[in-house]
C-alpha cells in the first residue's frame, strides 16, 4: 500500500517506508498529478507546469521522470506488465492514489471531529502544503485551500479544548496562531476566552487590547461586535464566560459523545487516554484510576492491530513524573515493552519522540543504556520539531534517566531551569510546576536551600490555582527535611504513590542501590555500614561511586538529607587499605 503525503514536502511511504522519488522535478511531477486527483494530466501541461521556457526533449524527459516514479512506487512490477498507479491514459497520465494525508485532512474537517481526531489531524503537517512549489502556479489554488483549512483546524481544536474545560491546554497553540494570523478575529476571541477561563483575566484583556490595535492600525478594520463585547464581558465577568458553563458545555459534550460515537470506536481509546492524563494529576483516587486503565487501553490498542492508534494511545500520556521509583514497576514494564513494539512502525517524528519519552520515564531507576539513549533522542527531535509541549514532555524523560552516576544534581538543575522557561512560556502549568519541583530537589543537593525554598513556594502556589494536590506531598516532605521535622513525614498522606512510599520506608540497601533521586543518599548509608564492618570490597565501591558527587548533599531527593557527602568520602578514604590519592 503506498500512502501520499503533500502536507509539507512531497514524499511517498510504502508500509511506512518512505521512497526515493529522486529530484525535484520527479516530485513536482507526482505532486502534479495528486492535484489532479485521479484526473488525467495531459503530458503538454505537465511539461508547462515544469519549465518556464521547455528545453528540447522535455517531453521525452517527462516521459523519463514518470519511468522512475513507477520503479519508485512498484518495484515489484513484473517487466512490461501495465502499472496500476501511475497509469498512462490518452495523452497523458493518472495517479490512481487512495491515500493522501491531504485528501484525509479535507475529509475529516468536513465532518464533526472530536479533540483527539483534531490534534492527531493537526500532526500530519511537516511544514507547508507542497512545501517546494510554493512559487508554482499549478499549486497556488491547492496549498491556498489546505492552509485555509489547517488555519480553521486550529481553531477548532481551541474551540474543542475550551469546550472540554482545558482552556489552559488551548493558550499555546492560540497565542502561536494570533502571532501568525494576526487578521483571524475568531481566534483572537478564543484566545482571551481560553486566558480568561485560565484565570488570567489581565491577560484575556491584554489580548483583546493588542488585537484592536493590530486590526485598526495594520488592517484598517474595526473589530467586530461580538469582539467587543468579549471585552466588556470579561471585564464585568459576566456569568456566560464562568467555568460553571464550561461545565455544562461539558456534561452536554460528553452526552453527545456517547451517543454518536460507537462504543468500538477507536476514537474512544484516543479520549480516554486524554481523560487519565487529566486525571493522574488530581491525586488520590484519581491518580490510581488512571494507573489503573492506562496499560488496558494501550493493550485494547494493540489488540486492534493498528501501530499508529497504539503510538498515539501510548503518547498521549503526557503525564508529568517526579519521582523515580514507579508504582507498578510491572505495570512500567509492560508499558515499555508496548512502547518499543511501536516504534518499530513509528515514522512520524512527533510520536516517535513520545514514544521513546515513554520508554525513558517508565525505566526510571533503572541501569538501562537503553533508556538514557531513548531520552536524549526523545528530546533531540522535539527541539527539531520545535513543539514545546513535547520538548517539556522529553525533557522530564531525561531528568528520569539523570541517575545514571552519583553527582548529577547541576545537570537536572539545567532540565529544571529549562523546563520552567519552556513551560511559562507556553502555559503548560503542570511542567512548570515539575521544573520547580526538579530545581527544589537539585538545589536541596547542591547545598543552595534559599534557592530550593523559592522553588517549592512557586511550585505550592501554581499547585493552589491549578488545583494539583500532588504537589503538596513533595513540598511538604521537603520542608520537614529542612526543619529536620521527622513527625511530619508520618501526616503526609501518600497512599496513592505507593513507589515513593517504599523509598521512604526503606532502610540501608542490602544490594547496589538503584540509579534513583536517593542514590547518593543509599550509598552514604552503605557506605557507613561497610566503614563499621570493615568490609574492603564494599568500601572500595562506595568511594568510586560517591567521588563524583564530592561538594555535594546526600539530598538531592529534597526529603531527606545525610549531610555532606565530603565527609562520607574522607572516612572512606581513611578505612580503605591502598584506597588510591585521597578524593578533592
Known amino acids: ?39 488525467v494530466v495531459p503530458v503538454d501541461s505537465l511539461v508547462a507546469d515544469l519549465w518556464t521556457v521547455p528545453p528540447d526533449g522535455a517531453t521525452s524527459a517527462v516521459r523519463t521522470f514518470v519511468a522512475a516514479l513507477r520503479r519508485a512506487l512498484e518495484p515489484d512490477r513484473p517487466p512490461r506488465s501495465k502499472p496500476t498507479l501511475l497509469i498512462t491514459d490518452g495523452p497523458g497520465y493518472a495517479l490512481k ?12 474537517m468536513a465532518g464533526q471531529p472530536t479533540l483527539e481526531e483534531l490534534q492527531d489531524a493537526l500532526d500530519w503537517w511537516r511544514g507547508p502544503a507542497y512545501a517546494e512549489y510554493a512559487d508554482a502556479p ?34 499555546p497553540a492560540l497565542d502561536a496562531h494570533v502571532t501568525e494570523h494576526p487578521w483571524r478575529e475568531d481566534a483572537w476571541r478564543l484566545l482571551a476566552l481560553a486566558l480568561y477561563r485560565s484565570d488570567r483575566q489581565g491577560d484575556a484583556l491584554a489580548v483583546l487590547r493588542n488585537a484592536r490595535t493590530l486590526l485598526i492600525e495594520q488592517l484598517g478594520v474595526d473589530p467586530t461586535p461580538a469582539l467587543q463585547r468579549l471585552e466588556t464581558d470579561i471585564l464585568n465577568q459576566a456569568e456566560h464566560l464562568s467555568p460553571q458553563a464550561a461545565g455544562q458545555v461539558w456534561a452536554r459534550a460528553t452526552a453527545s459523545y456517547d451517543r454518536a460515537v460507537a462504543s468500538t470506536a477507536r476514537a474512544r481509546l ?57 508504582d507498578d ?5 509492560a508499558i515499555v515493552a508496548a512502547s518499543e513494539r511501536a516504534l518499530t512502525a513509528a515514522t512520524q517524528p512527533a510520536a516517535r519522540a513520545r514514544l521513546l519519552a515513554t520508554v525513558a520515564i517508565d525505566s526510571r531507576g533503572s541501569k538501562s543504556t537503553r533508556a538514557l539513549a531513548a531520552a536524549q533522542e526523545a528530546v533531540a527531535l522535539a527541539r527539531q520539531l520545535e513543539d514545546p509541549a513535547l520538548l517539556a514532555f522529553a525533557l522530564n524523560s531525561l531528568f528520569m534517566q539523570t541517575f545514571y552516576r552519583a553527582g548529577l544534581a547541576p545537570e537536572r538543575d539545567q532540565i529544571g531551569a529549562e ?26 543537593a547542591l547545598a543552595d536551600f534559599a534557592t530550593a525554598d523559592t522553588h517549592a513556594a512557586a511550585a ?16 511538604t516532605l521537603y520542608r520537614a527535611m529542612r526543619a529536620g521535622n521527622e513527625a511530619a513525614y508520618q501526616v503526609v498522606d501518600t497512599s496513592s504513590m505507593p513507589g515513593l512510599l517504599a523509598d521512604l520506608q526503606q532502610g540501608t540497601p542490602q544490594t547496589e542501590p538503584r540509579n534513583d533521586l536517593l542514590l547518593e543518599a543509599h550509598w552514604c548509608l552503605i557506605a557507613k555500614a561497610a566503614i563499621e564492618q570493615d568490609d574492603q570490597p564494599t568500601m572500595r565501591r562506595a568511594l568510586e561511586v560517591l567521588t563524583p558527587a564530592a561538594g555535594q548533599l546526600a539530598a538531592g531527593s529534597g526529603l531527606l538529607n545525610l549531610g555532606p557527602i565530603d565527609e562520607y568520602l574522607h572516612e572512606l578514604a581513611a578505612h580503605v587499605e591502598n584506597p588510591g590519592p585521597p578524593p578533592t
Open 1 to 39: 500500500m503506498v500512502a501520499f503525503g503533500v502536507l509539507g514536502p512531497v514524499t511517498a511511504w510504502r508500509d511506512g517506508v518512505e521512497l526515493a522519488l529522486k529530484g525535484p522535478r520527479h516530485r513536482a511531477v507526482l505532486a502534479r498529478l495528486i492535484i489532479a486527483r485521479g484526473r
Open 97 to 108: 492514489a487512495t491515500d493522501v494525508d491531504a485528501w484525509r485532512f479535507e475529509q475529516l
Open 138 to 171: 499549478w499549486a497556488h489554488a491547492e496549498r491556498s485551500k489546505l492552509a485555509e483549512l489547517r488555519l480553521t483546524a486550529i481553531e477548532r481544536q481551541a474551540e474543542a479544548q475550551l469546550a472540554l474545560g482545558l482552556a489552559a491546554e488551548a493558550v
Open 270 to 326: 484516543e479520549s480516554t487516554v486524554g481523560l487519565l492524563r487529566n486525571l493522574a494529576v488530581t491525586g488520590g483516587t484519581g491518580l490510581e484510576a488512571a494507573r489503573e486503565h492506562r496499560l488496558a487501553a494501550i493493550t485494547a490498542a494493540e489488540e486492534l492491530g493498528d501501530p499508529e492508534l497504539t503510538a498515539r494511545v501510548i503518547g498521549l500520556y503526557d503525564v508529568p513524573a517526579i519521582w523515580t521509583r514507579s
Open 329 to 333: 514497576q510491572e505495570q512500567a514494564d
Open 419 to 444: 523546563l520552567i522557561t519552556v513551560a511559562s512560556r507556553h502555559d503548560l502549568t503542570t511542567y512548570e510546576v515539575l521544573g520547580h519541583l526538579i530545581r527544589m530537589q537539585a538545589c536541596s
Open 460 to 475: 505550592d502556589d501554581l499547585a493552589a490555582r491549578r488545583e494539583l494536590p500532588l504537589v503538596a506531598v513533595f513540598t
